[in-house]
Structures are given as structure tokens and as C-alpha cells.
T-cell receptor, first 110, second 116 residues
Framework: AQRVTQPEKLLSVFKGAPVELKCNYS??????LFWYVQYSRQRLQLLLR??SRESIKGFTADLNKGETSFHLKKPFAQEEDSAMYYC????????????FGKGTKLTVNP | DVKVTQSSRYLVKRTGEKVFLECVQD?????MFWYRQDPGLGLRLIYF???????EKGDIPEGYSVSREKKERFSLILESASTNQTSMYLC???????????????FGPGTRLTVT
């Protein structure tokens, strides 16, 4: 079964502290993974995709196939990073449907 | 810039009513999706459409149906609304894209439906 697990519902850090949002997946083959973010009163939007190996707003995420993980990291959290974060996996079989994790609500305290 | 719009931000309906949620995208995307978003449950796919008049059930289709008569418009229908369908409903669209490096789903602002 294709599944995405985000073990933390809530994560709270102080401004300037490192932050890591965990994501684990189950998938046979080469997965395609994404992080989506939803700021307060805004629509859900793509933050980054693993295939692009990009850093967006200081966030990076590395695919670790051995640990089946795709954790999102930022070395110095900012208050504006407070949001709901979803890890997502593109389903197998040529479909263009995503499987989403249950989300982690990140709060960055001043 | 892709724009996905949803007909209502907030909707209050009574149990048993037939409810229509409308979604329109302006980027000529082939794929359109309906999700519901619930705290602690994340996003769950209700229905997916990959072309006009073509649809596939998602993970939680029970109690819902969809209609796609035009490429830009995808409607979600609650045949007989129930209180357990109170939720945030998100519409999304994506281009059918062979280049996985640029795959992205674009979301609407959501419709918060309350069934009383």
C-alpha cells in the first residue's frame, strides 16, 4: 500500500531554532515526494518537490530511500514559517493522484 | 498564474439537502480533484477527473458524486447531506504532465461546509 506518515500532529519551536518535520512513506519503486504548505487563511500550495532538489524559503528535504523518509528541514525557523505542512506522494501506476499525510502544524514562537 | 476558484467560501446546509460545490480552473488543466480536509485526517481524495465526463473514485467517494461537463469546471455533489459531511472541501487541478520535475497540483481556497 502507498502510504505517507507524518508522526507529529503538532510541532512547536522558538524563532531561530532548527526545525525538522518528519515524513515517512511506503512505496515500492522510486517515489516522487512533495511538501505542501498552508499558511493561515491561505490556500494549500506546493513548497518543494524532491526531484527538483531545491531549497525554498530556507527549507530543504532529502529523500532517504534506506529509511523511506523525506523529512523537511530548516536551520533557523522564522515566525512566518508557522503553518500546516503536508507531505505527499505521487501514486503509482501512471496516475497523477497524490497521497497526503495527515499534516503537521508548525508553530514558531517569538 | 494558475487560478482555481470555488463557488463559496462558507456554506450551511440542512441534513438531507442536495448540495453542489463548484470549482473552476482557468489554465486548461486536464486533471481535477476534490478533497476533504479534516483536522487530524489530512487531505483525503473524494473524486478525480482526468478529462471531460471522465471520473474515478478516490479514497472516500461514498455519499458524493461529481460532474465534469466542461474542461474548466468540476462539481462535487452531495446527494443527501449528512452531518458527517461537515468539512472543508478543497478543489485542485493539475496539468497532465510527462515531466515529473514540474508536476504540481494547484488548489482552490476551499469551501467550509456545515451540515446541521
Amino acid at each position: 500500500a502507498q502510504r505517507v506518515t507524518q508522526p507529529e500532529k503538532l510541532l512547536s519551536v522558538f524563532k531561530g531554532a532548527p526545525v525538522e518535520l518528519k515524513c515517512n512513506y511506503s512505496y515500492s519503486g522510486s517515489p516522487e515526494l512533495f511538501w505542501y504548505v498552508q499558511y493561515s487563511r491561505q490556500r494549500l500550495q506546493l513548497l518543494l518537490r524532491h526531484i527538483s532538489r531545491e531549497s525554498i524559503k530556507g527549507f530543504t528535504a532529502d529523500l532517504n530511500k534506506g529509511e523511506t523518509s523525506f523529512h523537511l528541514k530548516k536551520p533557523f525557523a522564522q515566525e512566518e514559517d508557522s503553518a500546516m505542512y503536508y507531505c505527499a506522494l505521487l501514486r503509482q501506476g501512471g496516475s497523477e493522484k497524490l497521497v497526503f499525510g495527515k499534516g503537521t502544524k508548525l508553530t514558531v514562537n517569538p | 498564474d494558475v487560478k482555481v476558484t470555488q463557488s463559496s467560501r462558507y456554506l450551511v446546509k440542512r441534513t438531507g439537502e442536495k448540495v453542489f460545490l463548484e470549482c473552476v480552473q482557468d489554465m486548461d488543466h486536464e486533471n481535477m480533484f476534490w478533497y476533504r480536509q479534516d483536522p487530524g485526517l489530512g487531505l483525503r481524495l473524494i473524486y478525480f477527473s482526468y478529462d471531460v465526463k471522465m471520473k474515478e473514485k478516490g479514497d472516500i467517494p461514498e455519499g458524493y458524486s461529481v460532474s465534469r461537463e466542461k474542461k474548466e469546471r468540476f462539481s462535487l455533489i452531495l446527494e443527501s447531506a449528512s452531518t458527517n459531511q461537515t468539512s472543508m472541501y478543497l478543489c485542485a487541478s493539475s496539468l497532465r504532465n510527462e515531466d515529473r520535475a514540474t508536476y504540481e497540483q494547484y488548489f482552490g481556497p476551499g469551501t467550509r461546509l456545515t451540515v446541521t
